[in-house]
């Protein structure tokens, strides 16, 4: 794509030294539907920049309008953390935001004032440290039966409900009765290849359904939150990951070597479950989050 120009959002006042944040956008102007696509309210899950900056240096070719956020929370995002150390709030929990309130809740408020004219509006989110996610669009139960069609049309199996979360950016679209979705794949501060390039197709595929909804026809069963499953590590050790089997099923989630004498040891469930999201590997403590699975 070579039509996009950069523009800025200038919050003034932000630091407590006075000075402006600067949040910086991309337009790409078309006839088509008006769509938005927003990365990194966390400022540790910057994987989605990278997906979005493929996909800008891609050959696909459309006539939708474009307004793109590779970096919706900057702040956050210059000490590489979920939250901005100046009012340390969670971006995705201060929608649509205040003109004066927190630094957290007016970065909200500006860039909402520009994406609510959009019809539909793509939210990235990557997994925590250490964390690898399959492919997930997640959904409150309000827009789940207009966005089910979509989850299967973009490639993802799970589909999961969110019942206990307020004042995100979807719910916020979806109140003034957008189509919007947040999706969660990879790690936030890991860079892979592979869901790289799932996440450039799954934002082409995205615009396509809003340029044609009626391609997406075949319906995806959806996950409630509650059901899905925390694996810990059993103890300390070096974890390696069955990360073949991550969005697939298997009982087993990787082995364990023991530093102190060298032993493997497989870490496996009682019977098959699918994989939501999987440690990456490495040096483990006991109690650890390794795995997210469900029935």
Not at 96 to 116: D, H, N, V, W
Not at 131 to 139: C, E, F, K, S
Not at 190 to 197: A, K, T
Not at 215 to 222: E, G, S
Request: hydrophobic share 35%; net charge positive; glycine share 6%.
């Amino acid at each position: 794509m070579d039509n996009w120009s950069t523009k800025k959002l200038i919050i003034e006042n932000a630091r407590p030294d006075g000075e402006s944040l600067v949040i910086p956008y991309i337009k790409i102007k078309g006839t088509g539907p008006k769509i938005a696509i927003v990365g990194t309210q966390h400022g540790d899950e910057f994987f989605s920049i990278a997906i979005i900056n493929k996909f800008l240096k891609s050959n696909f070719s459309t006539d939708a309008d474009l307004t793109i956020f590779p970096l919706a929370n900057p702040s956050a995002f210059n000490i590489s953390n979920r939250r901005s150390p100046i009012d340390n709030q969670d971006m995705n929990r201060n929608w649509s935001g205040k003109k004066e309130g927190t630094l957290t809740s007016r970065m909200c408020y500006q860039i909402f004032r520009i994406i609510k004219n959009c019809d539909y509006v793509l939210d990235l989110h990557n997994a925590n440290k250490n964390i690898r996610d399959a492919p997930q669009l997640r959904v409150h139960e309000s827009n789940r039966e207009k966005t089910q069609n979509l989850c299967k049309y973009l490639g993802i199996d799970f589909f999961i409900n969110h019942s206990d979360v307020r004042h995100t950016l979807v719910e916020e679209m979806q109140k003034l009765n957008k189509t919007a979705v947040c999706i969660e794949i990879g790690e936030g501060k890991r860079i892979d290849s592979f869901y790289l390039n799932k996440g450039v197709q799954i934002i082409k595929k995205f615009i396509l359904y809003a340029t044609d909804p009626t391609v997406a026809r075949t319906k995806t069963k959806h996950i409630d939150e509650e059901t899905i499953k925390k694996i810990h590590a059993p103890k300390s050790g070096i974890f390696i990951p069955n990360e073949k089997f991550l969005g697939e099923k298997t009982k087993i989630m990787g082995t364990f070597i023991n530093i102190a004498d060298l032993k493997d040891e497989k870490i496996t469930l009682k019977k098959d479950h699918k994989v939501l999201s999987l440690c990456v590997g490495g040096v483990v403590s006991k109690g650890d989050l390794i795995a997210r699975v469900v029935e």
